[in-house]
């Protein structure tokens, strides 16, 4: 079986996630790789890091394909005796080329959005911020198959979600019934106003920071006692990782399948979330009372 260029590879992948839809401050596309190189090996991770590009040329791929860019702003120079630039040298000289997909992956069909949503059991997704067509977008907000409790359903966040130090996070009461969810992979603050026009019950995103997230729960709780309503969305904080982590089978699956058989992909079993321990508060010896 004849391997595909990699040319033919980057020409399946701009159809699967358009370049132009990508955010105008993004980095995507082919980073590194000769367009007529075969290729016959496919690995997609999240990020273009040390660990990963040691897995992708233990196993002899000829592309990794990340989520996340190896290089988001301007560069004047790749020299290996920076962290970057030697990643650079190892996969060229590894004879595998780096292909980012980003934003642009965010917004597509059967992208990061809809496959964090997907895991979480969120039926009849549309995009949270449409783009210009109508399936792409930033974020996806759908419904449950029957309401549940945000304790419930941020167990299931736990549940299928790659394990990491930080876990969940939840802002919210753990009885309260929610059934519209709003979904962003990454970190995803940015867009509370988006969230709260949705009229989602609960918003599941990353690197929620203090101040945006005070905010929007004290607006939920003015707003929910004027109304006579919930105090909504209730917040579920997932690592930055864990959220876009559940695209990568979904993007392996779909890249094989228009490729035809003639590669073969794999997801990386690398965690990459920069966190390596957490000591709950409770568990701190000597532990002084503080307010």
């Known amino acids: ?44 991770a999240v990020d273009p890091v040390e660990t990963v590009v040691d897995e992708a040329l233990e196993w002899g791929a000829d592309l990794l394909l990340t989520h996340h860019p190896l290089f988001l702003r301007g560069v004047h120079g790749v020299a290996a005796t920076t962290a970057k630039g030697a990643l650079v040298h ?15 992956a965010d917004a597509a069909p059967g992208g990061v959005a809809d496959a964090l949503a997907e895991v979480l059991g969120v039926e009849n997704r549309v995009p949270l911020v449409p783009g210009d067509d109508p399936d792409r977008g930033i974020g996806r907000v759908g419904a449950l198959a029957e ?22 996070r939840v802002a919210g ?24 026009a949705s009229g989602a019950d609960v918003y599941v995103t990353g690197d929620l920071r203090h101040h945006p997230a005070s905010e929007l729960r004290e607006r939920a709780a003015h707003d929910g006692r004027a109304s006579g309503g919930a105090a909504t969305p209730y917040l579920v904080d997932v690592a930055h990782f864990a959220g876009e982590w559940t695209w990568l089978a979904a993007a392996a699956s779909t890249v094989a399948h228009r490729l035809a058989g003639t590669v073969e992909t794999r997801v990386s079993t690398r965690c990459t979330d920069p966190w390596t321990f957490q000591i709950p508060s409770s568990d701190a010896p000597d532990r002084e009372d503080h307010p």
Do not use: E, N
């Open 147 to 168: 309401p549940t409790s945000l304790a419930s359903f941020a167990r299931r966040a736990a549940r299928v979600l790659p394990a990491t130090t930080q876990g969940v």
């Open 1 to 44: 079986m004849t391997s595909p260029r990699l040319s033919d590879v980057v020409g399946v992948l701009h159809d699967l996630y358009p370049p132009g839809t990508a955010q105008d401050w993004d980095a995507v596309g082919l980073a590194a790789g000769d367009p007529d190189a075969p290729v016959a090996k496919i690995l997609f």
């Open 173 to 196: 009461d753990p009885d309260a019934l929610v059934s519209t969810v709003a979904v962003v992979g990454g970190a995803g603050d940015s867009l509370f106003d988006a969230v709260r």
């Open 90 to 104: 190892r996969l060229i000289r590894g004879g595998c080329g780096l292909y980012v997909a980003h934003t642009d």
